[in-house]
């Protein structure tokens, strides 16, 4: 039906046509854009197609090779997450145009969002040579509400394209902080890189469906180019800001502001209350938030940098008639490359100690390694203050019930050879490991020990503790003897050096001649009901 302007007068008819016009232009630059979008999706979506299609037919080729078969496998779920990821962005776009979008307002933790964020983002800024730094400040409220799923995507997002945009060997800065007022909470987020940045005229039009930046050094970059209108779409939905500054080989900072609710997160640390922390850490900016949040909350602790370090402080604790509960494995380690090598040397060298990891890591892909490494407890990076203590508490909790601390095990029809050339200390042992039920045999030295269990019935003993320091024959030169003997227990028999020799080049050297662990004297009968539970006696 033909439009009436009957009685428009020359400046309205003017006018109308005008908005026409314009209506006409963005209609067209509309379907321009969609053209190029098509033009794009065209060859984006072939792209990780043609390598999946590619990959699995070259496994099924080599299908008895393989190292060939795998490495196809893992190229075909790399261009596989790809392609989800562009039909994602597709279906968001259209669910989001039809009016179908529901914010949900549940309960999250900013420092699980962060560790999230950070696990989807490293490999691939690890992968360009990226210099990623992730962290908060300012963090008065770690418990919020809001829609966790969304936010991520939003934050996953910026980070995501400066890492495309910045070119190999870059440096990309985020984070978190929070602005309090009257009540109020709002999320401040900042996302900065030294990538290639975009042109005024660009920016004017980002937020478009569709757009992406025309920029002959990035033309392998692939996507849908509708990531930041959904981005825009979102915030404007939440009652959220952003602002983005940039230019052409500048960089780029975009900051975004989002309102939350919040919860005031409880603290409980009973199960701290007496007990003593040592943290392994070397990162300059974790000590100080150990030492502020551990300070703030009263928890008695030692910070150290390294293994050797957290070794000594043990040893200085049992000196002063102190004791460790909890050893705290950091994300850097002085000396180490691997947290998990270090949590594995502890659990030898001090049983039954509690181990927590506190790492960037994906959990998932070290749940196992890490629990045989010996670490009780998983609490992921960044740390806010009341989530730690809490972890922390909870930990010490879980491994008291779990350690049966008061109750030995019943070990009736087990036997023990106890190794050690004072009297005395062989009455305590055999009056504290009465309390097992288990048939104990004594030696008074490494020699006696050895000729005992190399003449006895192979798997009659369930465990040696072996003193080092003893005449004829010490601890180090019997255990390595008894691990030579050609017998099928003589390499498995859990041994375990019982002594006063307690400092870290003495817990060394009973693990390098083959013990499986130490326990220190004067005997932490707790430290040894862990061993006779963890060896399976």
Request: hydrophobic share 40%; glycine share 6%.
């Amino acid at each position: 039906m033909a439009a009436d302007y009957t009685g428009y007068t020359r400046e309205q008819l003017l006018s109308e046509i005008a908005a026409l016009e314009s209506r006409l232009d963005a209609a067209n630059a509309a379907n321009v854009a969609k053209e190029v979008f098509l033009s794009n999706m065209s060859h984006d979506i072939r792209t990780p197609m043609n390598a999946i299609l590619g990959m699995a037919a070259l496994a099924q080729k080599h299908i008895d090779e393989k190292g060939r078969v795998a490495d196809a496998l893992n190229k075909i779920q790399t261009a596989g997450a790809h392609l989800l990821e562009l039909i994602n962005d597709v279906l968001d776009m259209s669910r989001i145009n039809s009016g179908q979008l529901r914010l949900n307002d549940e309960l999250f933790y900013l420092g699980d969002l962060m560790h999230e964020i950070s696990i989807i983002i490293r490999p691939q800024a690890e992968k360009k040579g990226h210099k990623f730094y992730f962290d908060a400040d300012q963090i008065e409220y770690e418990s919020l509400t809001g829609d966790a799923l969304r936010l991520r995507q939003i934050f996953v997002n910026i980070i995501n394209n400066a890492v495309k945009y910045t070119p190999d060997g870059g440096e990309i800065r985020a984070g978190f902080s929070q602005k309090i007022e009257n009540g109020a909470c709002t999320l401040l987020f900042y996302c900065k890189d030294n990538g290639v940045g975009m042109s005024e005229e660009f920016l004017k039009r980002i937020y478009e469906p569709f757009e992406r930046v025309n920029n002959s050094s990035i033309s392998r970059i692939e996507g849908t180019g509708v990531g930041m209108s959904i981005v825009k779409k979102l915030l404007d939905a939440m009652h959220g800001e952003i602002r983005i500054d940039s230019a052409p080989g500048k960089g780029t900072q975009v900051y975004i502001s989002i309102p939350v609710g919040y919860e005031h997160l409880a603290i409980d640390k009973t199960h701290l209350d007496g007990k003593h922390i040592i943290v392994i850490e070397a990162d300059e900016g974790l000590r100080e938030k150990y030492s502020a949040y551990f300070g703030e909350f009263s928890i008695s602790y030692t910070l150290v940098s390294s293994a050797a370090e957290a070794l000594d402080a043990l040893t200085a604790l049992e000196f002063a008639g102190g004791r460790c509960d909890l050893i705290v494995i950091g994300q850097l380690i002085r000396n180490a490359s691997d947290p998990l090598d270090i949590a594995q040397y502890l659990q030898k060298a001090r049983a039954g100690i509690p181990l927590v990891l506190i790492s960037d890591a994906d959990w998932e892909t070290i749940e196992y390694r890490a629990q045989r490494s010996g670490i009780s407890a998983y609490i992921p990076l960044p740390i806010f203050r009341k989530s730690l203590i809490n972890a922390l508490s909870k930990a010490l909790k879980t491994a008291s019930d779990q350690s049966g601390a008061d109750e030995f095990p019943d070990l009736n029809g087990k036997y023990i050879l106890l190794t050690d050339d004072n009297l005395i200390n062989r009455e305590i042992a055999r009056d504290i490991l009465s309390a097992t039920n288990a048939h104990i045999d004594t030696a008074e030295d490494g020699a006696q020990a050895l000729q005992m269990f190399a003449s006895s019935e192979v798997n009659h003993y369930s465990l040696i503790l072996m003193d080092v320091q003893m005449p004829v024959m010490d601890g180090y030169t019997a255990v390595r003897e008894i691990r030579r003997l050609p017998r099928e227990d003589a390499s498995r028999v859990p041994i375990y050096a019982m002594t006063a020799n307690t400092f870290a080049e003495d817990i060394a050297k009973a693990l390098d001649s083959g013990m499986d662990g130490h326990i220190a004297k004067p005997i932490d009968i707790n430290a040894l009901i862990r061993v006779l539970r963890r060896t399976g006696v």
